[in-house]
């Protein structure tokens, strides 16, 4: 046991290591096709000894015998198994800020600002076969922030990651970790304590309706300035822009999605409740730990979960956690995906996807979806990523052994065509890496200060 | 040998008295003359050639004239400068430089000022505007020449490196307010002041005190509301300066005033930011709203150099060079190579945007000791910059960027005597002897020169035990120090991260976030601690989790041998009497307690 974990580890810092180099591997021509391998499309079935052929970043043709446009990279895939990228709706990956927790409504922030492009955890999450993601805010209060959905294309700019097109969203939070947050407040030396409000269930919904009503009167101010405007009136000062409502106006006309973190049934159907009084669908409950006690509700409301696949009794209200949420979800017709809300999780959702078909029953295909297309529709991009189908982005992911098996491993990331993860290529460069790191470590400024070759310090003198 | 300098000036004293004029009298209570001319001296003026033997009258504080053959007033004091070099006075771009570090006395209550023991009390300074809309930290009404003190003993290090000027700036906050161009000598406070709201100075480090914004993500909220605010304020108070007539006041807010000619693109906004990705972020915030921005920091500016060419945008650049601090722990992950590189790499980076075509001017950035501050530009000559740009970005450049090219930069008739003499070249091993600073005379002092003047520094690697939810988990902190700003990383049980958001208080108080990887998950850990020594405890705030604690020490530091190097790695001594263990022993203050 303990000897595996040190491989992992070893692993893990080769993976660092290598992450560096990414950028020279992201490169790759317009065409590739992948030939002769066990195609999981998830949305259209298990296709053998099938071809992909990817063009321009997308999948063009899905089938037997494609002959190879001149120029193409062929990838003999005999034995391998290419699925869709994984998508993990829930994350914290690559943020150089989680919880803004000072203010219980804090809709301002956006995690679109503190993206880390850099963080060596995105090429381990590619490693794992995962390609796009959300980046939530965290749970610290009832209202956080505006969060980020990405592809993982380690070596772009932040900006470049953006996963283009895909619907903006706002995260909520629910329960203990939002009451708790007064427990864990920190009593700085010389300021005031300051109790944040609310400290019970009750008064986080107090607090949501304040927050929707307050966005209901700013939207009718900005509505009423806008039908002045148009009626020819002239001099108008447009009314301040208020960066903590707007996104909360956008919930209220549906064009920014409903994140929200709960565990317990009496929560979230609060919170569907909330949402149905003022008029706006929850897209999404996050991790929804008791989902299974209120599954009707939640299918009833349109709701998707992304579920935990086995996790619980870590703090009060994950009690009654049970592996077979995700499946009972699902067979109430409830879109229901896995999250990390790990780094570490994060690299082997595929393993948590096959947990669902030991307890709870699910095909191969249910599985999958948990990891794929329903996170894409969780997400609001199934129309581009989720599933290997003619159109989409080729986001792929080739592995060695059946994606469900524990002897599997990826041997190649793709995302929009181009290779951002190679098993080969990395094992292949860490003898390189390694020589890199022998030189950069002989250099004066990596000494120790013990090691280091004495400087004289030019110090002033009085004259003699 | 040659005569001294001082004893030039002792020499001549009376004779200069006796003629000097009555207004240099008055100005001068200690009978200081007003005249100066150093004859037979190496000129650098920068903003001309090299004169290799010359003359410089220094006259009232003005550069009066300068050349190879100079007529020397009958008032002056003559030194002969044989064996010497005159430059411009050297500039630090940036910094804070004359705002006492210790906590302002008449500010804010501060009922606990007098308690003992020595984990007395640490909120930082209360520096707040009396009638503020905004909390302190998000004034940019605030004025650095508020703050200043003329302390000779706290400018005795930078002037001992031959800085006679210096941009400063309050260095706390978000919106720090306006920094100022100062002499680093004077009679007192205003003295120093050549010019006041020289820029709008802005950091993105978060509000200590536990209110809105407490994250990264939070200041560019609160930066963006407020500047948002500022353009309504202006188009409000627009509408009823046209015609006030029917329309109520618009109520006066000085801190949305004051945000006006940043607006306006008037007054220029310094943007603290290090690594390419929050140069990046500065810029776009800086694009968003249309200001003009000035980098301060720019460790990895190099690498951004295309944009902040193309932007036209400065750059204040750190000569405090990253490297290690400490032998690395035998338990820790080895530095990714990025941060290897990152170090090698340092020195390059001014010789790199020079190339670029970057506009930019050297700062201390925090450095521990002044005597690197020219020694550093040295090794950035040796890393490809030229000598002759590395000389005007300590003086032309700089004084351009801030904003007082006219009077100050270089050696030129007419602009203000502040002059660097060297014995040899500054870039070359010179020394500095001796600084005129508006036009009168400053002693340099030999001294070890410690940048952080004694204030407990952080700066090395921690072995450290973090207990959350009831586990003792091992970790390793390594930490850089930068002034008030801690860098560093974790490594261990929590996953190996950067820190961030990390300040320091002169009294050891220190404070940074770390996203770190659990059984549960990856979220976000607050770490508030307090440094003693090789000695280091604090709290942990982490959602979904009750209060942690940890607790460590340094174990190398001054060249003791590392701990356990003896034993190896493989003994598995982790869980023995390494120091991280002994640390465990603190007593845990039950969570319930406060």
Known sequence: MKKTLLLAAALMAAAGALGAQAKAVATGPGATLIKNATVLTVTKGTLQNTDVLIQNGKIAQVGQNIAAPAGATVIDATGKFLMPGIIDPHTHLMSDAVNEGSLSVTSMVRIEDVLNPTAVNIYRELAGGVTTVTILHGSANTIGGQNATVKLKYGADAADMLFPGAPPTLKFALGENVTRKNQNQIIIPGQPITRRYPVSRMGQEEVLRDAFTRARDYKATIDEYKARVAKGEKNLVPPRRDLELEPLVEVLEGKRLARVHGYRADEMLMMLNLADDFGFKVKALEHGLEGYKIASEIAKHGADVTSFADSWSYKIEAYDAIPYNAAILMRHGVVTTLNSDSDERGRRLNIDAAKLMRYGGLTEDEALATITINGAKTLGVQDKVGSIEVGKDADLSLWNNHPLSVYANVDKTFVDGKVFFDRQLDIAQRDQKAKERAELEKADANQAPSNRRAVQPVLPQEER | ?594
Do not use: C
């Open chain 2, 1 to 594: 040998m040659v005569a001294s300098l001082r004893r030039g000036l002792a020499v001549t004293a009376v004779s200069a008295l006796a003629i000097a004029p009555l207004a240099a009298q008055l100005a001068s209570p200690r009978s200081i003359p007003a005249t100066y001319a150093i004859t037979n001296v190496r000129l650098v003026p920068v903003s001309s050639p090299s004169i290799e033997k010359g003359t410089i009258v220094v006259r009232d504080g003005l550069i009066s004239a300068l050349g190879a053959n100079i007529t020397i007033p009958g008032d002056a004091r003559v030194i002969d400068g044989s064996g010497l070099t005159v430059y411009p006075g050297l500039i630090d771009a940036y910094g804070s430089l004359g705002v006492p570090n210790a906590p302002a006395q008449g500010a804010g209550g501060g009922g606990r000022g007098g308690g003992g023991g020595g984990g007395g009390p640490s909120a930082t300074p209360a520096r707040s505007a009396p009638n503020s809309n905004y909390p302190a930290g998000l004034q940019p009404e605030m004025s650095v020449v508020e703050l200043l003190k003329a302390d000779d003993d706290a400018f005795s290090g930078p002037t001992s490196a031959g800085i006679t000027t210096a941009l400063s700036g309050s260095g706390s906050g978000i919106f720090q307010g306006q920094s100022a161009v100062i002499n680093l000598a004077g009679a007192d406070a205003n003295a120093l002041v050549v010019k006041a709201g020289v820029a709008q100075n802005i950091g993105f480090s978060p509000l200590r005190n536990g209110g809105f914004p407490s994250s990264l993500m939070g200041v560019f909220a609160a930066l963006r509301q407020q500047l948002l605010d500022a353009q309504h304020y202006r188009d409000v108070k627009t509408a009823y300066d046209r015609n006030p007539r029917g329309m109520k006041r618009p109520e006066f807010d000085p801190s949305l005033e004051a945000l006006q000619p940043v607006l306006a693109r008037t007054q220029p906004v310094i943007l603290y930011a290090s690594t390419q990705r929050e140069i990046e972020r500065a810029l776009d915030l800086a694009k968003e709203f249309s200001l003009r921005p000035i980098i301060a920091g720019g460790g990895e500016a190099y690498l951004v150099a295309a944009r902040l060419k193309a932007e036209n945008v400065p750059v204040l650049l750190t000569l405090n060079f990253p490297r290690r601090t400490a032998a690395p722990s035998a338990d820790a992950d080895p530095d990714p190579i990025r941060v290897l590189k990152e170090r090698v790499e340092a020195p390059r980076g001014a010789g790199r945007l020079a190339q670029a075509g970057v506009k930019f001017a050297f700062q201390s950035g925090g450095l521990s000791t002044w005597t690197d501050f020219t020694g550093n530009v040295q090794r950035a000559v040796e890393n490809g910059l030229s000598s002759d740009a590395a000389l005007k970005a300590l003086t032309m450049q700089s004084a351009e960027i801030l904003g007082v090219g006219d009077r100050l930069g270089s050696l030129e008739a007419g602009k203000i005597a502040n002059l660097t003499i060297t014995r040899g070249d500054l870039l070359d091993r010179g020394r500095v002897t001796q600084l005129f600073i508006d036009g009168k005379p400053v002693a340099v002092r030999a001294q070890a020169a410690s940048a952080t003047g004694g204030a407990a520094t952080a700066t090395g690697t921690w072995t450290v035990t973090v207990t959350m939810d009831g586990t003792d988990l091992a970790t390793t902190l390594s930490l850089r120090q930068e002034g008030t700003r801690l860098l560093g990383s974790l490594q261990g049980s929590l996953g190996s991260v950067e820190i961030q958001n990390g300040t320091i208080g002169t009294d050891g108080e220190l404070r940074f976030t770390a996203t770190v990887t659990l059984k549960q998950g990856t979220d976000e850990a607050t770490f508030i601690g307090t440094l003693d020594g090789n000695a280091v405890r604090g709290r942990i705030a982490m959602v979904g989790h009750a209060p942690g604690t940890f607790s460590g020490t340094r174990p190398q530091r001054a060249g003791g041998p590392p701990n356990g190097s003896a034993t190896g790695s493989a003994t598995g001594s982790a869980t023995g009497n390494a120091p991280g263990a002994a640390a465990g022993t603190v007593p845990r203050t039950p969570p319930g307690a406060r």
